[in-house]
């Protein structure tokens, strides 16, 4: 039977996509080029085959007869398997994150395309797009946080998505709205902090750009800004290791070999956080006529890790929907233009608190 959806990339949010897909009776295939991917898949009684997304010819064949394309790839990925997507005219829900420095995506002729389909940016979207209308705001913030359950010193973090994305938050400048004005920061210079965050602790939080499609919907806003949480402690150490050198792109010479120092903290990374429990932290605030705020905690369970579940989540529920035919826009779309669809955001919400991931929404 040909797939009515297709997941593409089988890393942990993926895998919980096309987990969550066929739960709810969806035709369902994933693909992944490495072949442990797909084997952990069948696993668990899902459809996966080895398949190549970057291939058109491979990637056709593939999607034959598919309506929907769910794309889970690393951010280095994901533009050059839109564009193959863009060419077939498949619709698309991407979570892939891509630099949209790099370039943009445009969908053909009556395609439907909604990106950064994850948790932030993603969710967080949708929940400040809703605030800001209910509370007639003009300031906003979003604090957001993939961290170990328990603070694992030195970091307090979790290899549970892609390292080298992860280290990227640090590097690349951070966007927000200052003063009605785009501008940008350096994310371990500027305004770290505090917050307190019930169930869970005091937490640090520091600038970070993950607004991406929000500074052009809702330039419309005086103050508007992301903030990365971490465990206290975090920021520190992170500047010690930038002042080392080992978040830049250099070559370091080591026993007659060339390593890049950003790869090798990278792998050592990986090494130390993969495997510990993590747990997904996000507050959503708009401030105008009043103060509203969403939030969002997310703990592992033995399956799942919690940003799997929570990034995964939020992509499968999209998904369901444009399967279902509620979400029926075309062109671009991004998670904040689902907040304007009547009865979407509240059919968003309500999927996924089946999924274990509540939004507390004051």
Same mark, same amino acid.
């Given at each position: 039977?040909?797939?009515?959806?297709?997941?593409?990339?089988?890393?942990?949010?993926?895998?919980?996509?096309?987990?969550?897909?066929?739960?709810?009776?969806?035709?369902?295939?994933?693909?992944?080029?490495?072949?442990?991917?797909?084997?952990?898949?069948?696993?668990?009684?899902?459809?996966?085959?080895?398949?190549?997304?970057?291939?058109?010819?491979?990637?056709?064949?593939?999607?034959?007869?598919?309506?929907?394309?769910?794309?889970?790839?690393?951010?280095?990925?994901?533009?050059?398997?839109?564009?193959?997507?863009?060419?077939?005219?498949?619709?698309?829900?991407?979570?892939?994150?891509?630099?949209?420095?790099?370039?943009?995506?445009?969908?053909?002729?009556?395609?439907?395309?909604?990106?950064?389909?994850?948790?932030?940016?993603?969710?967080?979207?949708?929940?400040?797009?809703?605030?800001?209308?209910?509370?007639?705001?003009?300031?906003?913030?979003?604090?957001?946080?993939?961290?170990?359950?328990?603070?694992?010193?030195?970091?307090?973090?979790?290899?549970?998505?892609?390292?080298?994305?992860?280290?990227?938050?640090?590097?690349?400048? %951070?966007?927000?709205?200052?003063?009605?004005?785009?501008?940008?920061?350096?994310?371990?210079?500027?305004?770290?902090?505090?917050?307190?965050?019930?169930?869970?602790?005091?937490?640090?939080?520091?600038?970070?750009?993950?607004?991406?499609?929000?500074?052009?919907?809702?330039?419309? $806003?005086?103050?508007?800004?992301?903030?990365?949480?971490?465990?206290?402690?975090?920021?520190?150490? @992170?500047?010690?290791?930038?002042?080392?050198?080992?978040?830049?792109?250099?070559?370091?010479?080591?026993?007659?070999?060339?390593?890049?120092?950003?790869?090798?903290?990278?792998?050592?990374?990986?090494?130390?956080?993969?495997?510990?429990?993590?747990?997904?932290?996000?507050?959503?605030?708009?401030?105008?006529?009043?103060?509203?705020?969403?939030?969002?905690?997310?703990? %592992?369970?033995?399956?799942?890790?919690? @940003?799997?579940?929570?990034?995964?989540?939020?992509?499968? %529920?999209?998904?369901?929907? @444009?399967?279902?035919?509620?979400?029926?826009?075309?062109?671009?779309?991004?998670?904040?233009?689902?907040?304007?669809?009547?009865?979407?955001?509240?059919?968003?919400?309500?999927?996924?608190?089946? $999924?274990?991931?509540?939004?507390?929404?004051?």
């Amino acid at each position: 039977m040909k797939p009515e959806v297709v997941v593409i990339g089988l890393g942990n949010v993926g895998l919980r996509v096309l987990w969550e897909l066929s739960s709810r009776g969806h035709s369902a295939l994933g693909i992944d080029r490495n072949g442990r991917a797909v084997e952990r898949a069948r696993k668990l009684g899902l459809e996966a085959k080895v398949g190549d997304a970057t291939s058109p010819e491979s990637l056709k064949n593939l999607m034959a007869g598919a309506r929907l394309a769910a794309t889970a790839v690393p951010g280095s990925l994901g533009l050059e398997v839109l564009g193959v997507l863009t060419r077939l005219g498949v619709d698309v829900v991407d979570v892939s994150f891509f630099d949209p420095r790099r370039g943009r995506v445009e969908p053909g002729p009556g395609q439907a395309m909604v990106i950064d389909a994850g948790i932030a940016p993603g969710l967080s979207n949708m929940l400040l797009s809703m605030l800001a209308s209910r509370a007639k705001a003009r300031r906003g913030a979003i604090y957001v946080g993939g961290i170990s359950e328990e603070p694992e010193w030195p970091l307090g973090i979790s290899a549970t998505w892609n390292v080298e994305d992860l280290i990227e938050e640090y590097l690349r400048p %951070a966007r927000m709205i200052r003063g009605g004005r785009v501008v940008e920061v350096d994310p371990l210079e500027g305004e770290p902090g505090q917050v307190e965050v019930e169930g869970v602790g005091r937490l640090e939080y520091f600038p970070t750009d993950g607004l991406r499609s929000l500074l052009e919907t809702h330039s419309w $806003m005086e103050e508007l800004v992301e903030y990365t949480l971490r465990w206290p402690g975090h920021i520190d150490t @992170m500047k010690r290791l930038k002042a080392l050198g080992l978040l830049s792109e250099s070559q370091v010479r080591s026993n007659g070999c060339l390593v890049q120092a950003r790869g090798f903290l990278a792998g050592l990374l990986k090494k130390r956080y993969g495997g510990i429990r993590d747990m997904l932290v996000m507050i959503v605030k708009a401030i105008g006529d009043r103060v509203a705020e969403a939030r969002v905690v997310v703990r %592992a369970d033995e399956e799942w890790s919690a @940003m799997a579940k929570a990034t995964g989540g939020f992509q499968a %529920a999209v998904a369901h929907l @444009m399967l279902e035919g509620k979400i029926s826009g075309r062109g671009l779309m991004y998670p904040e233009h689902l907040a304007e669809m009547q009865g979407v955001p509240g059919r968003i919400l309500e999927e996924l608190g089946r $999924m274990g991931v509540r939004v507390s929404i004051d």
